[in-house]
């Protein structure tokens, strides 16, 4: 790949202002612009967020997030589009994120905010609170999410296990499941917390029978995509009390459309696919594109490669 002209697609504005990006590639020895959707194909290679028909025409693709499920994989492979993504950035911030929820849950602030923004001074029950150390949480995708995840939350006490596709131990892990063995791996637990990528074999992966082999006390956590999960399946398990409650990063329709009942129920955190938000997210990414560039110059294999 001869690189003569990088741009910055506009749809990264809804992670960071594409300007601070272009100043950052700035130092690299090749054009950076920001580009709208008519100049993509002018381009040797664009950072997006968004899939676009144009991007066919480009050489490599780089997008701003670790998912890749909004592109068409074979069709890029067929075209030759190379596709990079930014797995590797996220896990302290979505790692911190749900922290966040699991402390919220413990703590009662998720209910406690609620009240204030109604002015009701209102104590939780006396047998509602409760601290993290010796409770314990399935992690499902023990990728750069789940490491992350496991080592904020192990930092306050939460032992966790893992699940990926083999029983493959890791480190950060106290056990590791199989994929094959979710339910097993779950029912003891106290959060189970998806961070898998949204493949054929992960869609619907948390279902009725999942939900069902929860814990009641249990809460789960969703910082993956929405179609990991069975929404309609995961209403009906919170409507039953069949778990405790949720906290919800990613949707099956975003936004999440007003008329979902999960914006209403009082044991559910819903954010707007935020969890990887952070100041830095441009610095993040942009080390990641001149790590690639350098790689191509020496005639090296991109790093972070999907297609
Ligand atoms: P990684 O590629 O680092 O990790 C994915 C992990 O999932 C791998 O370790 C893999 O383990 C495991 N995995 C893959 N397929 C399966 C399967 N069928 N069953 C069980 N485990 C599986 O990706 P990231 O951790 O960076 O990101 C994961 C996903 O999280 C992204 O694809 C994205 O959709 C989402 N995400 C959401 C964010 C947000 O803002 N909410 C931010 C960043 C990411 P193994 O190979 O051992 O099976």
Same mark, same amino acid.
């Given at each position: 790949?001869?690189?003569?002209?990088?741009?910055?697609?506009?749809?990264?504005?809804?992670?960071?202002?594409?300007?601070?990006?272009?100043?950052?590639?700035?130092?690299?020895?090749?054009?950076?612009?920001?580009?709208?959707?008519?100049?993509?194909?002018?381009?040797?290679?664009?950072?997006?967020?968004?899939?676009?028909?144009?991007?066919?025409? +480009? $050489?490599?693709?780089?997008?701003?997030?670790?998912?890749?499920?909004?592109?068409?994989?074979?069709?890029?492979?067929?075209?030759?589009?190379? #596709?990079? !993504?930014?797995?590797?950035?996220?896990?302290?911030?979505? *790692? &911190?994120?749900?922290?966040?929820?699991?402390?919220?849950?413990?703590?009662?602030?998720?209910?406690?905010?609620?009240?204030?923004?109604?002015?009701?001074?209102?104590?939780?029950?006396?047998?509602?609170?409760?601290?993290?150390?010796?409770?314990?949480?399935?992690?499902?995708?023990?990728?750069?999410?789940?490491?992350?995840?496991?080592?904020?939350?192990?930092?306050?006490? +939460?032992?966790?296990?893992? /699940?990926?596709?083999?029983?493959?131990?890791?480190?950060?892990? &106290?056990?590791?499941?199989?994929?094959?063995?979710?339910?097993?791996?779950?029912?003891?637990?106290?959060?189970?917390?998806?961070?898998?990528?949204?493949?054929?074999?992960?869609?619907?992966?948390? *279902?009725?029978?999942?939900?069902?082999?929860?814990?009641? &006390?249990?809460?789960?956590?969703? /910082?993956?995509? *929405?179609?990991?999960?069975?929404?309609?399946?995961?209403?009906?398990?919170?409507?039953?009390?069949?778990?405790?409650?949720?906290?919800?990063?990613?949707? $099956?329709? &975003?936004?999440?459309?007003?008329?979902?009942?999960?914006?209403?129920?009082? $044991?559910?955190?819903?954010?707007?696919?935020?969890?990887?938000?952070?100041?830095?997210?441009?610095?993040? %990414? *942009?080390? #990641? +594109?001149?790590? !690639? %560039?350098?790689?191509?110059?020496?005639?090296?294999?991109?790093?972070?490669?999907?297609?």
């Amino acid at each position: 790949v001869e690189l003569e002209r990088l741009g910055i697609q506009q749809s990264v504005d809804a992670i960071f202002p594409p300007a601070e990006l272009a100043t950052d590639l700035s130092v690299l020895p090749v054009e950076v612009t920001v580009v709208d959707e008519a100049e993509i194909a002018g381009c040797d290679a664009v950072v997006t967020r968004n899939h676009f028909e144009a991007l066919f025409d +480009v $050489e490599w693709v780089h997008s701003t997030q670790a998912g890749v499920d909004r592109f068409p994989l074979e069709a890029f492979a067929e075209a030759g589009v190379a #596709l990079t !993504n930014s797995t590797g950035i996220h896990g302290r911030t979505v *790692g &911190e994120t749900v922290a966040g929820y699991l402390l919220a849950f413990a703590r009662r602030l998720h209910d406690q905010l609620a009240s204030a923004t109604e002015r009701r001074w209102e104590r939780p029950a006396w047998d509602e609170a409760f601290t993290l150390p010796g409770t314990t949480a399935c992690v499902v995708g023990t990728g750069t999410l789940g490491r992350g995840i496991a080592d904020v939350i192990g930092s306050l006490g +939460v032992e966790t296990v893992g /699940v990926r596709r083999s029983d493959e131990p890791l480190p950060e892990f &106290e056990a590791m499941y199989a994929v094959a063995d979710l339910e097993r791996a779950i029912a003891d637990a106290d959060f189970v917390i998806a961070a898998v990528p949204l493949t054929e074999t992960t869609r619907g992966l948390f *279902g009725a029978a999942a939900f069902e082999r929860m814990r009641s &006390e249990a809460y789960f956590v969703n /910082v993956a995509r *929405g179609a990991v999960v069975d929404e309609p399946a995961l209403i009906d398990a919170l409507e039953a009390g069949q778990i405790a409650g949720a906290a919800l990063d990613v949707f $099956e329709t &975003e936004p999440l459309p007003e008329a979902s009942p999960l914006w209403e129920m009082d $044991e559910v955190v819903v954010t707007p696919h935020a969890a990887a938000y952070t100041r830095d997210y441009y610095r993040d %990414v *942009g080390e #990641l +594109v001149r790590d !690639n %560039v350098g790689r191509l110059e020496r005639g090296e294999a991109l790093a972070n490669r999907v297609v």
